[in-house]
């Protein structure tokens, strides 16, 4: 009989084979080495962490703070190599979720969010 953590190695081999991990993996390391894409990740995480720690101290947040945020995160976005990696972890997300599924499928069970088949209720 076959060992499932030995079988769920290889999936995980098979995985870093596949189109969608090399795509992730390209997208990943051109991001990783752009400097304006790191400069927005940063003031974005920055502008964050700014609402969440006056959030936590009891300040209001303002509309134009909340505004300046969601500027700054649509042009994080809009930046190629951002956008690139985005879509590749997308994609590579998908892939996952589908095996999920099958994996879910052959052993009777629904997938998280799924709801109540079955007759589980």
Do not use: W
């Amino acid at each position: 009989m076959a060992n499932p953590m030995e079988l769920a190695e290889k999936l995980g081999e098979a995985i870093l084979e596949s189109e969608e991990y090399r795509a992730f993996s390209l997208a990943k390391d051109k991001m990783d080495n752009d400097e304006d894409a790191h400069g927005l990740v940063d003031k974005f995480q920055d502008l964050q962490q700014g609402l969440r720690e006056a959030q936590m101290m009891g300040r209001k947040i303002t509309q134009e703070q909340i505004e300046e945020l969601r500027a700054h995160q649509r042009l994080m976005v809009e930046h190629p190599a951002i956008k690139s990696y985005l879509e590749a972890k997308k994609g590579l997300e998908n892939l996952m979720a589908a095996v999920n599924q099958v994996v879910g499928q052959v052993v009777g069970i629904s997938p998280a969010g799924g709801g109540c088949g079955g007759g589980c209720c």
